[in-house]
């Protein structure tokens, strides 16, 4: 009879078995016919229970952790029992928030293309109904299965899904790999403890979700401290157990302990959302890893033995001749599994069909590590090591880690001496900056494409245009504009996409670029072009490994940060903040990087640090120095950096003793360089200044009629004074346009050079000063009258403002040039000070004339000295400085004007007599309160601020100042000298004698050596050592 009863057992399990498997077969085809699509990862979220323990949790951080999760596991199936409450009630939450903002209006089902994720209702005893309108939509698939209990069928279903496989590279290839499936514990109850149990009997990887409460806290603080499981039961479940309960209840948890190699624990209040695409990618790898050291489960799933092609293998096994394989990685064992020959051709043809596949990505992983989602990335290179075909097939798992942002696999792989394929160039620029579908010109666009089209629409087509990937089945091609007629546009045109990023880099720093063919098989070159990708794609942790990579890391790093802080002001112009803040804190980042590496070489090495910041190079087409750059793009740190300073120094005494006193006795022993410092020539220059000054000074006091004039002491300072202007004047026009200047100057084109020659406030003084001696010339010489008071009114006034420029003698004085910037900076103040008064001293003004003088005609009569719009302003404006005319305001005031009509209307300069009207009055003392109380306080409060803000970075911005004055004075000289040697200037260019030559030996192994030393200077601030 026993023996009986035991058969009939074992039949009727055999049974049981037969009929889940056939049931999780059935809903799996079920699925699949819906979304159409095999999964590439599978999350099955269990823990609807019924709460006696009122605990909130952070439901939130679980939703936002399982989508962001999905979204990096590629097709993403989420299982759920689909109750009204509870886990499955936040996870729909969820799925609904992620339909909502990925796909905004649009409509889009659970099977189409672009939604990657897929909600899928497995079981539960009160299931969600849904409406009409959602089951028009379609977004959530609620499978159908057999009669047998719920929970029993999803542990079922869950096997039944791990057994299956799928294309880790490609939905088209035959590579197969099992499907990675994650349970999920949320909450959850003593049957969900169960059911974690069960899985991991199966072999299947769990994820606990610590700070949900219930089952998943009390597994969490089981796996750290088995000893207090009956307190953190009684608390977390608040039910009352009996001794089975409770007996069930260990020995779960003793079996989950012994399994804990395939639980990972996601805490819910201390991390971040983004850390569980990790915990689960390493929890699956770890349970294949380890799979064979498990033991086997009593039960085991039946594979599939419905074949759908390019989908579910057959499971054949065959094995290869393969002598170099080494036979230990799971991709390698996988591939075996599916009847591949791993042949370098093969794995070659294999990454082909991998890159041509579309797949969504996370551009931006806050936290990656080797087993984070996706999992091709990690099974592709154990493919790649262990066969030992990086080098060949690298560049296309490289490309996909670019694009994926995914920045360990890319510094993996150029260790390992991985290089980029520029071929891919078009294709990367594409796919990671162009805008697809973007409608130029017709609608507000804002992203980086749209940006770089206001800068140069051409370059910027060109760079982001539409790229196709064409494989030998694809029937859809699309013509580059390079491309000839008749010909399928393919990946040979990266020298013209590459030109047109550096073309475009120039655009925005306003450069003349240099047209220098792009090699092949330059490998700086790659790098180089890499990094400007970076740089567009705003990819911070890319940029900052292909800096690494690169040569020249100082004026590199400068130039990254001017394009940063360029494309950052472009955004912001379009009301686009978010981007133009994170383009800023980028261009930050590498300017600190460059401050960094100045820091620690002019510690270790002070000589070769200085003379780093001399060096010429050229970064895409931009020829400079850094010391150049960053005072030709106003980077105000990097200009007052010690390193820059003493570059300075070393400049303004031309290599001389840095003192005053030694310097004054070079005179004798090194007169050359003496006469030849900056130094020399800003001293000499200024007391021809002076003397200049006190010439003209004199002509303008005694001189400009024609009675004095016949002194022929007269006549020389005259002279003397537009010989000086002359020569002063070309000078200006040289520093204005760089034609004759030396050192590193950058390739600028003119209207750049303009642009930031008219920013400096003192050569805007200075052009004041020449176009009002000009016109002073011009009056005096060609409009000639007996007293010359125009004459003299515009000398005196040219001499004003030449006493003004003589002031800029002190800005390279450490005391007072602080306080010359504050009095530019207050200037500015005072100017945005004056827009404002100007409207209010108008509108006060025209109130008073129009009742103190009522119907006034001849407002613009007679002479321009005597219209009425000077009367208009006349007593507001003084009215700011506390003269309030209150006499003239009141009527009271009858004396040397009339009454009569005819007669003030006749002559205007005949004063109308005002009349008496006591809302002037009023309006007066309501127009003083407001100026004199609020406008003049605001503008004292401006001063103040500004005084403040100047006093703060008083030093720095006195040095960046101070370079102004040096550079200049390189190549000045002093006027009216200069136009003695005007002519040798210009025949006698200083770029063929004054620079140095780069043919010699000493120099060119100097300039190598600080290249080295930049990029171990780069290495060490980076931590990368």
């Given at each position: 009879?026993s023996?009986?009863?035991?058969?009939?057992?074992k039949?009727?399990?055999t049974?049981?078995?037969s009929?889940?498997?056939?049931?999780?077969?059935?809903?799996?085809?079920?699925?699949?016919d819906?979304?159409?699509?095999t999964p590439?990862?599978?999350?099955?979220?269990?823990g609807?229970?019924?709460?006696?323990?009122?605990?909130?949790?952070p439901?939130?951080?679980f939703?936002?952790?399982l989508?962001?999760?999905?979204k990096?596991g590629?097709?993403t199936?989420?299982?759920?029992?689909?109750?009204?409450?509870?886990?499955s009630?936040?996870v729909?939450?969820?799925?609904?928030?992620?339909?909502?903002?990925?796909?905004?209006?649009?409509?889009k089902?659970?099977?189409?293309?672009?939604r990657h994720?897929?909600l899928?209702?497995?079981?539960?005893?009160?299931?969600?109904?849904?409406?009409?309108?959602?089951r028009?939509?379609?977004?959530?698939h609620?499978?159908i299965?057999?009669?047998?209990?719920?929970s029993k069928f999803l542990?079922?279903?869950?096997s039944?899904?791990?057994?299956?496989?799928?294309?880790f590279?490609?939905?088209?290839?035959?590579?197969k790999m099992p499907?990675?499936i994650?349970?999920i514990?949320?909450?959850?109850?003593?049957?969900d403890?169960?059911?974690?149990n069960e899985?991991?009997?199966?072999?299947l990887p769990?994820?606990v979700m610590?700070g949900?409460?219930k089952?998943?806290?009390?597994?969490?603080?089981?796996?750290?401290?088995?000893?207090?499981?009956r307190?953190k039961?009684?608390?977390?479940?608040?039910?009352?157990?009996?001794g089975?309960?409770?007996?069930?209840l260990i020995?779960?948890?003793?079996?989950?302990?012994?399994?804990?190699?395939?639980?990972?624990?996601?805490?819910?209040?201390?991390?971040?959302?983004?850390?569980l695409s990790?915990?689960?990618?390493?929890?699956?790898?770890s349970c294949w890893?380890?799979?064979?050291?498990?033991?086997?489960?009593e039960v085991k799933?039946?594979k599939n033995k419905k074949?759908?092609p390019?989908?579910?293998?057959?499971?054949?096994?065959?094995?290869?001749?393969?002598?170099?394989?080494?036979?230990i990685?799971?991709?390698?064992n996988?591939?075996?599994?599916?009847?591949?020959s791993?042949t370098?051709q093969?794995?070659?043809?294999?990454?082909?069909?991998?890159?041509?596949?579309?797949r969504?990505?996370?551009l931006?992983?806050?936290?990656s590590?080797?087993?984070s989602?996706?999992?091709?990335?990690?099974f592709?290179?154990?493919?790649?090591?262990e066969s030992e075909?990086?080098e060949?097939c690298?560049p296309i798992?490289l490309?996909?880690?670019?694009k994926a942002?995914?920045?360990?696999?890319?510094?993996?792989?150029?260790?390992?001496?991985?290089?980029?394929?520029?071929?891919?160039?078009?294709e990367l620029?594409?796919?990671?900056?162009?805008?697809?579908g973007?409608?130029?010109k017709?609608?507000?666009c804002?992203?980086?494409?749209?940006?770089l089209?206001?800068?140069n629409?051409?370059?910027?087509?060109r760079?982001?245009?539409?790229y196709?990937?064409?494989n030998?089945?694809?029937?859809?091609?699309?013509?580059?504009?390079?491309?000839?007629?008749g010909h399928?546009?393919?990946?040979?045109f990266?020298?013209?996409?590459?030109?047109a990023?550096?073309l475009?880099?120039?655009e925005?720093?306003?450069?003349?670029?240099?047209?220098?063919?792009?090699?092949?098989?330059?490998?700086?070159?790659?790098?180089?072009?890499?990094?400007?990708?970076?740089?567009?794609?705003?990819?911070k942790k890319l940029?900052?490994i292909?800096?690494?990579?690169?040569k020249?890391?100082?004026?590199?790093g400068?130039?990254?940060?001017a394009?940063l802080?360029?494309?950052?002001?472009?955004?912001d112009?379009?009301?686009?903040?978010?981007?133009?803040?994170?383009?800023?804190n980028?261009?930050k980042?590498?300017?600190?990087r460059?401050?960094?590496?100045?820091d620690?070489?002019?510690?270790e090495?002070?000589r070769?640090?200085i003379?780093?910041m001399?060096?010429?190079?050229?970064?895409?087409?931009?020829?400079s120095?850094?010391?150049?750059f960053?005072?030709e793009?106003f980077?105000?740190?990097?200009v007052a950096?010690?390193?820059s300073?003493?570059?300075?120094n070393?400049?303004?005494y031309?290599?001389?003793?840095?003192d005053l006193?030694?310097?004054m006795?070079?005179?004798?022993?090194?007169?050359?360089l003496?006469?030849t410092a900056?130094?020399?020539?800003?001293?000499?220059?200024?007391m021809?200044?002076f003397?200049?000054?006190v010439?003209?000074?004199?002509?303008?006091?005694?001189?400009i009629?024609?009675?004095?004039?016949?002194?022929?002491?007269?006549r020389?300072?005259e002279y003397y004074?537009?010989f000086w202007?002359?020569?002063?004047f070309?000078?200006?026009?040289?520093?204005?346009?760089?034609c004759?200047?030396?050192r590193?100057?950058?390739?600028?084109?003119?209207?750049s050079?303009?642009k930031?020659?008219?920013?400096?406030f003192?050569?805007?003084?200075?052009?004041?000063?020449?176009?009002?001696?000009i016109?002073?010339?011009f009056?005096?010489?060609?409009?000639?009258?007996e007293?010359?008071?125009?004459?003299?009114?515009?000398?005196a006034?040219?001499?004003?403002?030449?006493y003004?420029r003589?002031?800029?003698v002190?800005l390279i004085?450490?005391?007072?040039?602080?306080t010359?910037?504050?009095?530019?900076?207050m200037?500015k103040d005072?100017?945005g000070?004056?827009?404002?008064?100007?409207?209010?001293?108008?509108?006060?003004?025209i109130?008073?004339?129009?009742n103190?003088?009522p119907?006034?005609?001849?407002i613009?009569?007679?002479?321009?000295?005597n219209w009425?719009?000077?009367?208009?302003?006349?007593?507001?404006?003084w009215?700011?400085?506390?003269?309030?005319?209150?006499?003239?305001?009141?009527?009271?005031?009858?004396?040397?004007c009339?009454?009569?009509?005819s007669i003030w209307?006749?002559?205007?300069?005949?004063n109308r007599?005002?009349?008496?009207d006591?809302?002037?009055?009023?309006v007066?003392?309501?127009y003083?309160?407001?100026?004199?109380?609020?406008l003049?306080?605001?503008?004292i409060?401006?001063f103040?601020y500004t005084f403040?803000?100047?006093?703060?970075?008083?030093?720095?911005?006195?040095?960046?100042?101070?370079?102004?004055?040096?550079?200049?004075?390189?190549?000045?000289?002093?006027?009216?000298?200069?136009?003695?040697?005007?002519?040798?200037?210009?025949i006698?260019?200083p770029?063929i004698?004054?620079l140095?030559?780069d043919?010699d030996?000493?120099?060119?192994l100097?300039?190598?050596?600080?290249?080295?030393?930049?990029?171990?200077t780069?290495?060490?601030?980076?931590?990368?050592?």
């Amino acid at each position: 009879m026993s023996k009986n009863t035991s058969t009939a057992s074992k039949s009727q399990n055999t049974q049981n078995i037969s009929d889940a498997t056939t049931d999780a077969e059935k809903t799996w085809d079920d699925i699949l016919d819906v979304v159409k699509s095999t999964p590439t990862m599978v999350f099955s979220v269990i823990g609807d229970s019924d709460s006696f323990v009122p605990r909130p949790w952070p439901k939130t951080v679980f939703q936002t952790a399982l989508i962001e999760a999905a979204k990096s596991g590629g097709e993403t199936w989420i299982l759920y029992r689909g109750n009204k409450q509870g886990v499955s009630k936040v996870v729909t939450d969820a799925y609904k928030h992620y339909g909502n903002m990925e796909f905004k209006t649009e409509h889009k089902d659970i099977g189409h293309q672009d939604r990657h994720i897929k909600l899928v209702s497995i079981v539960g005893k009160e299931t969600i109904q849904l409406s009409a309108e959602e089951r028009k939509k379609a977004y959530i698939h609620k499978a159908i299965h057999g009669k047998g209990d719920g929970s029993k069928f999803l542990i079922s279903f869950e096997s039944f899904v791990s057994e299956q496989e799928v294309s880790f590279f490609s939905q088209k290839m035959e590579s197969k790999m099992p499907i990675p499936i994650a349970i999920i514990l949320c909450e959850g109850d003593i049957d969900d403890i169960a059911h974690v149990n069960e899985a991991l009997q199966r072999k299947l990887p769990v994820i606990v979700m610590k700070g949900s409460g219930k089952a998943a806290d009390l597994v969490s603080a089981y796996l750290e401290n088995p000893n207090d499981l009956r307190k953190k039961a009684s608390v977390l479940f608040g039910i009352r157990f009996d001794g089975e309960q409770y007996t069930e209840l260990i020995q779960h948890m003793q079996s989950i302990k012994e399994k804990s190699d395939l639980v990972g624990v996601f805490d819910l209040h201390n991390n971040d959302p983004l850390m569980l695409s990790n915990v689960v990618g390493e929890a699956v790898v770890s349970c294949w890893s380890i799979e064979k050291l498990l033991p086997d489960p009593e039960v085991k799933p039946v594979k599939n033995k419905k074949e759908k092609p390019g989908t579910v293998s057959t499971g054949k096994e065959k094995t290869t001749d393969n002598q170099t394989i080494k036979d230990i990685s799971l991709a390698w064992n996988f591939l075996r599994k599916n009847s591949i020959s791993p042949t370098e051709q093969t794995i070659y043809e294999l990454l082909e069909g991998f890159k041509k596949d579309i797949r969504p990505y996370v551009l931006n992983p806050k936290f990656s590590a080797p087993t984070s989602l996706p999992l091709y990335f990690f099974f592709g290179y154990q493919l790649f090591q262990e066969s030992e075909s990086l080098e060949r097939c690298g560049p296309i798992l490289l490309l996909e880690a670019l694009k994926a942002n995914r920045c360990d696999y890319v510094r993996v792989l150029l260790d390992q001496g991985v290089s980029f394929d520029m071929n891919y160039l078009p294709e990367l620029y594409a796919q990671t900056v162009s805008c697809e579908g973007c409608e130029f010109k017709k609608h507000d666009c804002l992203h980086m494409q749209w940006i770089l089209k206001q800068i140069n629409e051409k370059h910027a087509e060109r760079l982001c245009h539409v790229y196709i990937c064409v494989n030998d089945n694809s029937n859809a091609t699309e013509k580059h504009p390079d491309c000839k007629d008749g010909h399928k546009m393919t990946i040979n045109f990266y020298k013209s996409v590459a030109q047109a990023a550096r073309l475009l880099c120039c655009e925005i720093l306003r450069y003349q670029g240099k047209n220098d063919d792009i090699e092949d098989d330059d490998t700086d070159e790659r790098i180089s072009d890499l990094l400007l990708w970076t740089i567009f794609a705003n990819r911070k942790k890319l940029a900052e490994i292909f800096w690494l990579k690169s040569k020249n890391h100082l004026l590199t790093g400068l130039i990254c940060a001017a394009i940063l802080q360029k494309l950052s002001k472009k955004a912001d112009n379009v009301k686009e903040q978010i981007l133009s803040n994170e383009l800023e804190n980028h261009s930050k980042l590498f300017e600190q990087r460059c401050i960094s590496i100045m820091d620690i070489m002019f510690e270790e090495d002070t000589r070769n640090a200085i003379d780093l910041m001399d060096d010429e190079a050229t970064i895409w087409g931009i020829h400079s120095s850094p010391l150049t750059f960053a005072y030709e793009n106003f980077m105000y740190d990097v200009v007052a950096h010690t390193c820059s300073q003493k570059n300075m120094n070393k400049q303004w005494y031309n290599t001389l003793a840095p003192d005053l006193k030694p310097f004054m006795m070079s005179a004798i022993s090194k007169p050359k360089l003496f006469f030849t410092a900056p130094l020399t020539k800003y001293v000499f220059n200024y007391m021809m200044f002076f003397t200049m000054l006190v010439m003209y000074s004199a002509f303008v006091l005694t001189s400009i009629s024609t009675k004095y004039y016949v002194l022929d002491i007269a006549r020389v300072f005259e002279y003397y004074v537009y010989f000086w202007g002359a020569g002063d004047f070309i000078e200006e026009l040289i520093s204005c346009f760089g034609c004759l200047e030396t050192r590193g100057r950058s390739h600028r084109n003119w209207w750049s050079r303009m642009k930031r020659y008219l920013y400096d406030f003192w050569n805007l003084v200075d052009l004041l000063s020449y176009a009002l001696l000009i016109a002073a010339l011009f009056v005096r010489h060609f409009y000639i009258d007996e007293t010359f008071t125009i004459a003299r009114r515009m000398f005196a006034l040219s001499l004003l403002v030449m006493y003004l420029r003589f002031l800029e003698v002190f800005l390279i004085h450490r005391k007072m040039g602080p306080t010359l910037i504050m009095i530019k900076e207050m200037l500015k103040d005072l100017l945005g000070f004056l827009i404002l008064a100007v409207f209010v001293v108008l509108g006060v003004g025209i109130y008073y004339h129009a009742n103190i003088w009522p119907d006034h005609q001849t407002i613009w009569n007679g002479d321009w000295t005597n219209w009425r719009i000077w009367t208009i302003i006349y007593y507001p404006y003084w009215q700011l400085y506390a003269e309030l005319n209150l006499e003239s305001l009141d009527g009271s005031d009858q004396s040397d004007c009339t009454n009569i009509t005819s007669i003030w209307e006749a002559d205007p300069s005949i004063n109308r007599c005002p009349q008496e009207d006591w809302t002037v009055q009023a309006v007066a003392a309501i127009y003083l309160l407001f100026s004199n109380l609020l406008l003049v306080n605001l503008v004292i409060a401006m001063f103040s601020y500004t005084f403040e803000r100047v006093q703060e970075n008083s030093e720095k911005l006195w040095r960046f100042e101070r370079y102004t004055v040096i550079n200049d004075y390189d190549w000045r000289i002093p006027s009216p000298i200069n136009l003695i040697f005007l002519p040798y200037r210009f025949i006698v260019r200083p770029g063929i004698c004054c620079l140095k030559d780069d043919n010699d030996s000493r120099y060119h192994l100097l300039k190598e050596y600080r290249q080295n030393f930049q990029e171990v200077t780069a290495l060490k601030i980076l931590d990368k050592l």
